[in-house]
Antibody
Framework: EVLVVESGGGVIRPGGSLRLSCAAS????????MSWVRQAPGKGLEWVST????????AYAESVKGRFTISRDNAKNSLYLQMSSLRAEDTAFYHC?????????????????WGKGTTVTVSS | QSVLTQPPSVSAAPGQKVTISCSGS????????VSWYQQLPGTAPKLLIY???SRPSGIPDRFSGSKSGTSATLGITGLQTGDEADYYC???????????FGGGTKLTVL
């Protein structure tokens, strides 16, 4: 079964740091880009970050640029999100998702496998 | 305020058809493929449509996608109460170098 499972969420004070992890199984991890998508309570989906198959290319939403770092360890079939300088507005459910990307002829990107997510609450 | 605009809510009776629109611009929908996601209450999003109009295996043909210019549309026929969910469009934006999602549309099957 193709699966991604997030962990590492919790309650953290503003200005603090937290590292999320995502464990992948059931597919060849280093064949795929991976992304983090978050959802604030009662709100819609917000893309956070994407990393390509070998970690050589990353992209971030403006709202997290300079504060969050995405990385992966293909040997461990794992994706990470290092979050620092956390703010109240970072409070959300964070989903890990497998990405499908390519050119045909224009660039396309969609997410075909999603994890259930892990909750991050930033509060004093 | 999302760059991709969706109606906040739509509703229809069981067995009927509904469409959900997603409006963007030339740097996103006008140039890149659109995907659609279904999020049932309390669950993770699920891919419904990719490449504007393709369905992953296991998605019934009651769900369809189309694109024209800078807008895309999700169609659902033969509505069932189990289709009640939030629906999101998604695409890449080459000006922002970012993945975009619409604000989401809540479907109610009356």
């Amino acid at each position: 079964e193709v699966l991604v499972v997030e962990s590492g969420g919790g309650v953290i004070r503003p200005g603090g740091s937290l590292r999320l992890s995502c464990a992948a199984s059931g597919f060849t991890f280093d064949d795929f880009d991976m992304s983090w998508v978050r959802q604030a309570p009662g709100k819609g989906l917000e893309w956070v970050s994407t990393i390509n198959w070998n970690g050589g290319s990353t992209a971030y939403a403006e709202s997290v640029k300079g504060r969050f770092t995405i990385s992966r360890d293909n040997a461990k079939n794992s994706l990470y999100l290092q979050m620092s300088s956390l703010r109240a507005e970072d409070t959300a459910f964070y989903h890990c998702a497998r990405g499908i990307a390519g050119f045909n002829p224009h660039y396309y990107y969609y997410m075909d496998v999603w994890g259930k997510g892990t909750t991050v609450t930033v509060s004093s | 305020q999302s760059v991709l605009t969706q109606p906040p809510s739509v509703s229809a009776a069981p067995g009927q058809k509904v469409t959900i629109s997603c409006s963007g611009s030339s740097s996103n929908i006008g140039y890149h493929y659109v995907s659609w996601y279904q999020q049932l209450p309390g669950t993770a999003p699920k891919l419904l449509i990719y490449d504007n109009n393709s369905r992953p295996s296991g998605i019934p043909d009651r769900f369809s996608g189309s694109k024209s210019g800078t807008s895309a549309t999700l169609g659902i026929t033969g509505l069932q109460t189990g289709d009640e969910a939030d629906y999101y469009c998604g695409t890449w934006d080459s000006s922002l170098n970012a993945v975009l999602f619409g604000g989401g549309t809540k479907l109610t099957v009356l």
